[in-house]
């Protein structure tokens, strides 16, 4: 077998034929908003034109490696290095699109089981090689970033071949995997016995489980089905002092939670090779509805009650009135979508909330009273409903946001996410300090953004917010512009009780708010359990806690 | 303020007056069952009899305890010291009866708030005198044994003082208490809010949030309410190092999870001195009631179903049928009694299992929705319904049991209970084995045992077991023949899958079966973490994972 193939285009999000033209509604919009935009498509550059530093693995590393997965398995090709010299956050699209990367990994190794992967640290750990273990290479957050810190050299550790379902128990209803396997691959699998994770987050496409388990991954049906962190039993993880195994029970007293220092650790303490989770009968009905909330507050409550009242529905999504704006726009020019405006407005729903809702079981006659059940608390909150081809239209397009955004990208625009959760008292606070921040710190650079938002994963103690933000690129300065828009949205999340990320996880960008959310101690303790495991930091150096410090060499 | 008086009597488990003699049909069983009990009773000696080494605080340790405390907060009387010497295990009652101890704090101090905890730490420390952070000092594991280390001395750490509800945030429903806040307490307050926590294990009465939240605890509505782990939303900890902030937000990507480092960490780490839980609004209406299944496997079967199908009652409890007649026949010798076994032995269940159910809520016609629910799959696994009346008095008696244990004691009886957890597919191996082994060990010395078991808490993927046995004691080596019953039972659990403890906590008795459960790098990590924290490993010693290894000498 040889080493599998990239999964996305080199360039962008996923694969070619799922993009589609801004459209003159959308167009229209961002011009009144953001400013014009440039005349010119700015596509990518040819893949050939790309520039990467030449390939420095050592030769007896090099060896080593051989060795441990075979000839075949060590790639550095052009190709090969490219497709694992970057994530897919803005930073990393602008970079790659012109083609400047100013840092690749020096070879991709892919191991074919835990034994080839423990053999691969070894080699790594004994020469001197950062290791940066690879999923779906989806993180945007720099996860993935192929820095290399104080070592000579830095692979990537590609987990593509370690794919399988490995087990599966219909009694405990659990099942274990390998943690190369993307969200389809899975899915498929477990559906040949009826059984689902249920684990959907936008990257569901191209992620792995691996790659969700190593970042705390939420999906947008993880109201109903929790977060992958609640979804782990067991895992495996090798680690350059050698394999922690976490044993699959239900629940234990037995001291400290070791599974929940290994969940989140984002490569930096070692690589997961297998885990064992929690999945469920495959449901067999779904419904998805939408609903009409006359204000983000009133929607905030009504979303509270559903959720502490155990009406929640397994997706809940709730947008604020500048992202239903946009998202009525780019639903298109229509007659329906006018008409639907107008009808809001009438209702008073001038300033009203798109509310997204889905609910999945196993016959129609639970699914209908979940929803009645829902139904009563939405109306009780002045809720107008919309029916579900608005919902259905939301499930059909749930994993197409990363298109448009490259598509945003070749218009010049600048657009990025990002998100945080807080408990529900400081929730409107905080929606309104990142909002602010964002619009002041690129308003100030001359390009006023368009920010939106949404809730999209509810707890009883409180919620998520996903905010989308645009402006009109800075030709030359993108990154820095970037960068501001980030710093200060990071800044207002610290300083208004929000972690720095619900479910993007930490990765490179993060890491300088990480010490504000855990406190000096919190950093000490981090930076011991890794140099427990991983005593010559060798593991995806420069992430989460950089042991190195600031000072650390980018690869 | 003086220091607060005991909560418990010195030598047993809670107040007098809730002691009741052993029933005739109790006596007769015990006797036919593992054999004749000595005719004179075992009293406890004279609290003036029992004998404890004499304090030795060094004296500028104690000045600098006074200076952090105050004089009336720093006590080494007799009482205090021997209240403070032993935990409420078995081998803590069998010394604490004998007036045998072999160690006690050289003083006990009771801080008022998380400032002076910190100055005690600090104290402690520099002086080289050993911490036990003391609780309701309920723990069955030997988790509060006083015991020294490389330490010249040891003290208590009383949290008594910090016994205050701090905050509550009815939006978000969370509620921010003190560590030494006890049971009833917590619910008395809360109530004053409509709120509940919902967590009752059987020390409900006497031990403290802070005690649960370091020993991961789990009620007998945990199965409703989620356990105490499942509960923590924030807390703070005052460590040597300096005080561990973990922020209160509902969920977070933000690297491993430092909240479930040192939850469960068992006063190892360093002393939790506040904690945000989320609490829920406090039911109105509530229903017990008790069914019959017609096996144990079965009766897992039933609690499998509920669950995995979202139809759990808040409380569940499975006796195995050895547990269901000692229950029947500690219920009384009545003709009530008899008429029921009569009628379950005609409805096929002579080896039936006693099922008791709970629910709680805010409606009659909830209640009566979820009863109705769950009814119709215990109907199809064969259960019987007993009624209200049989639910009623477990609900009545659940926190008696441990005042049966001190009576059980008083006859020559060695009680004691140990509990686990495991997957649904392991569960009836993991009983078999664990009350084989405990036959096996106590049959071995000549005092055969009564053995019996339940399911208390049910998950998704799997159920705790628990188990009680009795014997007779061996008097004068009361101590070796509990701990070969314990080790044999402990081994079992290890080899067939189990968690060495699903609630009890690691403390003093599980230690040296944690790293067969967490491994060898498990253990460094543990370790890892303790010396960052605790680098003078002050914090009590001789738990969990014991850094001055098996040669640490005993308090």
Not at 497 to 513: E, F, K, L, N, S
């Amino acid at each position: 077998m040889t080493a599998p193939a990239p999964r996305m285009r080199w360039w962008g999000w996923g694969e070619d034929g799922h993009d589609a033209p801004l459209s003159a509604g959308a167009q229209t919009l961002l011009a009144q908003q953001i400013g014009p935009l440039p005349q010119r498509r700015r596509d990518p550059v040819a893949l050939e034109d790309v520039r990467l530093p030449a390939a420095a693995l050592p030769a007896t590393a090099r060896e080593r490696l051989v060795a441990a997965v075979g000839a075949e398995h060590v790639r550095d090709d052009h190709l090969t290095r490219v497709t694992h010299a970057a994530g897919r956050g803005y930073h990393d699209l602008v970079r790659l699109r012109a083609g400047t990367l100013d840092a690749a990994p020096d070879a991709v190794v892919y191991p074919a089981d835990a034994e080839q992967v423990a053999a691969v640290l070894r080699a790594c750990a004994e020469d001197g090689v950062a290791v940066v273990p690879w999923g779906g290479g989806t993180s945007v957050v720099g996860g993935v970033a192929p820095l290399r810190g104080t070592h000579a050299a830095v692979v990537a550790l590609e987990l593509a071949r370690m794919d399988r379902l490995v087990a599966v128990d219909p009694v405990s209803l659990t099942a274990t995997v390998q943690p190369g396997i993307v969200g389809p691959a899975l899915e498929e699998a477990l559906a040949a016995h009826a059984l689902t994770l249920g684990h959907f987050p936008q990257s569901f496409e191209f992620a792995t489980v691996g790659g969700w388990v190593a970042t705390r991954s939420a999906g947008q049906a993880s109201t109903g089905y929790g977060r992958i962190d609640g979804l782990v039993l067991g895992l495996r993880v090798a680690t350059p002092s050698g394999e922690v195994v976490v044993r699959p029970v239900p629940a234990s007293a037995a001291g400290p939670s070791l599974r929940e220092l290994l969940v989140g650790s984002e490569g930096t303490l070692g690589v997961i090779v297998e885990v064992t989770l929690r999945v469920r009968a495959r449901p067999t009905v779904r419904r998805y509805e939408a609903f009409s909330l006359p204000a983000f507050g009133v929607g905030a409550d009504a979303f509270r009650a559903l959720v502490q009242d155990g009406d929640a529905p397994d997706v809940m999504r709730l947008s604020d009135p500048q992202e239903t704006r946009v998202s009525l726009t780019l639903a298109g020019d229509g007659l329906a979508t006018r008409a639907l405006t107008t009808y809001l407005r009438a209702r008073g729903h001038a300033d009203g909330c798109l509310a997204i809702f889905g609910w999945a079981g196993s016959s129609e006659a639970a699914l209908r009273r979940r929803r009645a059940a829902a139904a009563r608390t939405l109306r009780a909150h002045g809720a107008v409903a919309l029916g579900t081809p608005v919902g259905q239209a939301w499930e059909h397009g749930r994993f197409h946001a990363p298109y448009l955004r490259d598509e945003l990208l070749a218009h010049g625009v600048l657009v990025e996410t990002l998100e945080t959760a807080t408990t529900w008292d400081r929730l409107l606070e905080l929606h309104d300090a990142v909002a602010a921040a964002l619009e002041h710190a690129l308003r100030e650079r001359g390009t006023p953004p368009l920010v939106w938002c949404h809730v999209s994963h509810v707890y009883r103690a409180g919620a998520s917010l996903y905010f989308t933000f645009v402006a009109r690129q800075q030709e030359g300065t993108e990154l820095e512009q970037w960068h501001a828009a980030k710093a200060a949205a990071s800044d207002a999340i610290v300083a208004h009780g929000g972690t720095i990320t619900h479910h993007h996880a930490v990765g490179r960008d993060h890491a300088p708010w990480l010490p504000g959310e855990v406190g000096p101690l919190g950093v000490e303790l981090l930076r011991a359990a890794k140099a427990t495991l991983d005593p010559a930091g060798i593991m995806n150096p420069g992430k989460l806690v950089d042991p190195a410090g600031p000072g650390a060499r980018a690869g």
